[in-house]
């Protein structure tokens, strides 16, 4: 059971929209819709921000939005804001109940 | 509302064992789909899922440590214990507990929406 892969950092300026990649297999990404997306700031504890590929917790800005195609889950961040700044990290469900984390994605607006 | 907090030692030997106890508030672990999951992540690096344990005392635990873990839970005093064998240096991590995702239409999900603030664990001589 390998981590997620996820871009190390990827960049973008106020207003813009940026795209993060997680690529899994067909043992966990691939074949499950269980793809949850977490936003973790400096010293703080991470927050669900995206849970089931797609679906946005009560609170969560609709400017947060996920998919997946294949082995591979994206989180889409549009109309980019300074407070949007954080690492992120993506998860599934795995066969035989394990969950298993992505390695972390750091996102800074310019 | 849920909260959840994670207790145990700030700093542990090489060989020893670590006990961490997560003692949560606002659901039960008796009620049906409820989970509690244990997470780290060291300084820097990022996280690492380590267990999770079900309501109906269902334990899964992480592949690459599952002989070193053990998962428990207490329903009466609202906690969750997680022991860790053979404590080495790159154990060194925060660790978290958090809370099962539950939606709008009741459903526990595979994700965790509350944490806990994590408990720093060294592991040095």
């Known amino acids: 059971q390998s981590a997620l892969t996820q871009p190390a950092s990827v960049s973008g300026s106020p207003g813009q929209s940026i795209t993060i990649s997680c690529t899994g297999t067909?043992?966990?990404?691939?074949?499950?819709?269980?793809v949850s997306w977490y936003q973790q700031h400096p010293d703080k504890a991470p927050k669900l921000m995206i849970y089931?590929?797609?679906k946005r917790p009560s609170g969560v800005s609709n400017r947060f939005s996920g998919s997946k195609s294949g082995n591979t889950a994206s989180l889409t961040i549009s109309g980019l804001q300074a407070e949007d700044e954080a690492d992120y990290f993506c998860?599934?469900?795995?066969?035989?109940?394990?969950?298993?984390f992505g390695g972390g994605t750091k996102l800074t607006v310019l | 509302q849920i909260t959840l907090k994670e207790s145990g030692p700030t700093l542990v030997k090489p060989t020893q064992t670590l006990t961490l106890t997560c003692t949560f508030s606002?659901?039960?672990?008796?009620?049906?789909?409820?989970?509690v999951g244990w997470i780290r992540q060291p300084p820097g690096k990022a996280l690492e899922w380590l267990a999770v344990i079900y309501w109906d005392d269902d334990k899964r635990y992480s592949p690459s440590l599952k002989s070193r873990l053990t998962i428990t839970k207490d329903t009466s005093k609202n906690q969750v214990v997680l022991t860790m064998t053979n404590m080495d240096p790159v154990d060194t991590a925060t660790y978290y507990c958090?809370?099962?995702?539950?939606?709008?239409?009741?459903?526990?999900?595979?994700?965790?929406?509350?944490w806990g603030q994590g408990t720093m664990v060294t592991v040095s001589s």
């Open positions: 067909s043992s966990d990404v691939g074949g499950y819709n269980y």
């Open positions: 958090a809370h099962r995702f539950c939606d709008t239409s009741g459903y526990y999900r595979y994700a965790f929406d509350i």
């Open positions: 606002g659901f039960s672990l008796s009620t049906s789909g409820v989970g």
């Open positions: 089931d590929v797609s």
């Open positions: 998860c599934s469900y795995g066969s035989s109940n394990h969950v298993v």
